[in-house]
């Protein structure tokens, strides 16, 4: 094995740089049996941090740290040496955390470990880099993003709806117009006012020892000095009722999401109370929660149906909650995945009955006994490596949690009463306030059926039994009370222009 460490390679590092990051700023997870080491580099900036006019710098800052070259190699250079090391690096930029991560074995951390300082300290932020990673962005939104994943434009159009007027109320990802703007001064100057040693919290894992810990601090303390301000908490006020944005899009099917703000984040008892709540509605790709089974188990409408109560980027790929996207600001939210367009209206009056009988009504104690089980047991799945274990820890470190929020997630779900849920829900969940996204064809004629509230029955090639066609009649009449001023139709060509 090589030889990592060593005093004098730490006492050069000390004396080369400025102050090192404070040790309260380290989060450390030791495993002595294990083979490598995860890092992880959180850096309190992120979209909500996008100067107006620039948005999408924040997410092009982090790609220039770990998509582009440095001030030693070039970025095909990096890729060639990081190859015969089998490791590599990458950033997750959110909207409040930008996380620069990577893992490698230990015998190959030092020469690992040159290459992702060099990264994050020197970066070369060259012209050629910021062309083809702006350009690689722009194609997301103007190709992909419009054109080749309905789901995700109706949750990210979701979002800019709900905070609009906020920090968070833009695509992190930028505007085309935004991102065209942005320069490499613009870059250099962002990385040098967020990108500081008062900025960062140290995230490091797995079979490392306390001299590379020190180590890190010091050399990170080549960052510049300085504690940028914090963006203030999204507060986002909605107009009361049901609004409504289509989004024209020649499409065979028909995307849905709605949602609406919550007062409450990870944390406070009665968060994970209205997890339960959530889980038993529509925990993500669980084939036996609530939607999944009256939407798509029952009726067949689609291929799956779920509810969130914290964001989940990148939901599509992802099968489980994800760590290092937290934000002071949640909203629940309800995901139909495409429908037939022949059954839209119908699986949007399905979903939102739903969610109002819940509100209403709470838990039946059998869901509640059978989903607190389940999270009991499941919340074991969300953390079973070290790079992941030492992820949730650094979000416990954002929320204030003390201990860890896993582990209390799994305490909890032995005590949480029933009657807990049902208070969390109905606090959170009675909200007279509902944005909805519809990412469909033909809208004008959508827009006219919710408007004139008229009923949207429902045929099937095969028959269903005699409950399922009764409450079909409840479903296709259930109310959603839309004038025409609560519909909006945009094209699909005209969003995330500027």
């Not at 709605?258 to 009665?270: K, L, Q, S, T």
């Amino acid at each position: 094995m090589r030889r990592v460490l060593g005093v004098a390679s730490l006492l050069v590092s000390t004396l080369a740089w400025g102050a090192p990051v404070p040790a309260d700023d380290v989060v450390e997870l030791s495993v002595a049996n294990d083979p490598t080491v995860s890092f992880r580099l959180w850096f309190k900036v992120g979209s909500q941090d996008d100067p107006p006019g620039k948005e999408g710098l924040a997410w092009l800052t982090a790609a220039m740290l770990t998509e582009a070259s440095t001030q030693k190699n070039s970025y095909e250079r990096i890729v060639d040496k990081l190859f015969p090391l089998a490791a590599s690096y990458d950033s997750t930029a959110g909207v409040e955390m930008t996380v620069i991560h990577g893992r490698v074995h230990k015998d190959n951390l030092d020469e690992y470990y040159r290459l992702l300082l060099d990264a994050v300290v020197r970066p070369a932020f060259k012209a050629e880099d910021l062309e083809r990673l702006r350009a690689e962005r722009l194609s997301f939104i103007e190709n992909t993003l419009r054109y080749a994943s309905d789901e995700e434009l109706g949750k990210a159009v979701l979002y800019d709806k709900i905070y609009a007027g906020t920090p968070y109320g833009h695509l992190g990802m930028g505007t085309v117009k935004a991102l065209k703007s942005i320069t490499v001064d613009d870059v250099r100057k962002f990385h040098r006012e967020h990108y500081t040693r008062d900025n960062v919290v140290i995230g490091i894992g797995g079979g490392h020892d306390a001299k590379l810990v020190s180590r890190l601090r010091a050399d990170l303390g080549a960052l510049p000095a300085g504690t940028p301000p914090v963006a203030p908490k999204p507060a986002p006020r909605l107009p009361p009722g049901i609004k409504v944005t289509l989004v024209e899009k020649d499409s065979a099917s028909t995307a849905i999401s709605a949602g609406f703000p919550i007062d409450v984040v990870r944390g406070p008892r009665e968060w994970y109370a209205l997890a339960i709540a959530n889980s038993w509605l529509g925990e993500h790709r669980n084939s036996s929660s609530h939607l999944y089974q009256v939407i798509r188990e029952i009726r067949g409408l689609n291929y799956g149906d779920y509810s969130y109560i914290e964001h989940l980027p990148n939901a599509g790929r992802a099968g489980r909650s994800q760590p290092n996207a937290p934000r002071r600001s949640q909203i629940f939210e309800v995901w139909i995945r495409p429908v037939p367009n022949a059954t839209r209206l119908f699986a949007l009056r399905a979903a939102l009955r739903e969610v109002a009988n819940l509100a209403r009504n709470g838990m039946d104690l059998e869901g509640f006994e059978r989903t607190r089980s389940f999270l009991r047991k499941y919340v074991l799945q969300y953390a079973t490596t070290t790079m992941e274990r030492l992820a949730w820890a650094l979000d416990d470190r954002f929320y204030g949690i003390e201990g860890s929020h896993l582990e209390r997630f799994r305490t909890l779900m032995g005590e949480i009463s029933k009657d807990e849920v049902d208070a969390a829900v109905k606090k959170h969940l009675r909200s007279p306030s509902m944005r909805v996204v519809i990412v469909t064809k033909d809208a004008a004629a959508l827009r006219e059926a919710l408007i004139s509230g008229a009923a949207s029955p429902i045929s099937y090639e095969s028959p269903k039994p005699p409950a399922v066609m009764a409450e079909d009649k409840e479903i296709a009449s259930f109310p959603l009370k839309i004038s025409a001023s609560d519909v909006e139709v945009v094209k699909v060509e005209e969003l995330f222009q500027e």
